[in-house]
């Protein structure tokens, strides 16, 4: 199985910027993928990186190390609707997503 | 809009009764899945289906069975629901290739009393 940790809570100013760290421990890793969660909301995508280095889209960056077992997910210029929950999620041989428990962002005035 | 129908989308059951939660997807995804979603545990696994026709467990498949005879339709039964089975329900579809993102429905929460 895979053994996916991030931290349960992060709380930042709007405009600042946070970064979300996820490791992961797991045998024949495919890639990983970054899930957005409003609170009583569906998961919807955010990005999927399978190469080591960083993918950027917008406001959103998320980066690889497959050597370390590690990811990071950074949200810049932090707006309150970015206040919800980050799922960092890891597919394997199998090529089912094993999710992590889930990161809540707080974004304050 | 295409995208996945869930239903019920809140349900109230007695311990021991049977219930199915219906999933309907209509972008002709080969794969479908079910997950619970509990605070501080995130989504776990329950079934999937790689295809119509087929179906695996996942991490926590005990208590639940599925289905899948057709592409559109992943219906998820609790033979005999217990209070430890309330959870929110999510299904899901992707194409089913290694690098296809999720799409998820809007979920189905269950209380079981």
């Known amino acids: 199985g895979q053994n996916i940790d991030q931290p349960t809570e992060m709380t930042a100013t709007e405009g600042a910027i946070v970064q979300i760290n996820c490791t992961y421990q797991?045998?024949?890793?495919?890639?990983l993928f970054w899930y957005q969660q409003h609170a009583g909301e569906a998961p919807t995508f955010l990005s999927y990186?399978?190469?080591?280095g960083l993918e950027e889209k917008g406001r959103f960056s998320s980066f690889l190390s497959r050597s370390k077992g590690y990811s990071y997910l950074l949200l810049k210029e932090l707006q309150m609707k970015d206040s919800a929950s980050y799922l960092c999620?890891?597919?394997?041989?199998?090529?089912?997503?094993?999710f992590g428990a889930g990161t809540t962002v707080t974004v304050r005035a | 809009i295409a995208g996945i129908t869930q239903a019920p989308t809140s349900q109230i059951l007695a311990a021991g009764r049977r219930m199915t939660l219906r999933c309907t997807q209509d972008?002709?995804?080969?794969?479908m899945y079910w997950y619970r979603q509990d605070l501080g545990l995130g989504l776990r696994l329950i079934h999937y289906s790689n295809t119509a026709g087929t179906t695996g467990k996942g991490e926590v498949p005990d208590g639940y069975s599925v289905s899948r005879a057709n592409t559109d339709d992943f219906p998820l039964t609790l033979a005999s629901a217990v209070p430890s089975q309330t959870s929110v329900y999510f299904c899901a579809s992707s194409t089913g290739e290694d690098t296809g993102e999720l799409f998820f429905g809007e979920g189905s929460r269950l209380t079981v009393l």
């Open positions: 797991t045998s024949g890793f495919n890639g």
């Open positions: 972008m002709r995804h080969n794969a």
């Open positions: 999620a890891v597919t394997a041989g199998d090529y089912k997503l094993s």
């Open positions: 990186n399978v190469l080591d």
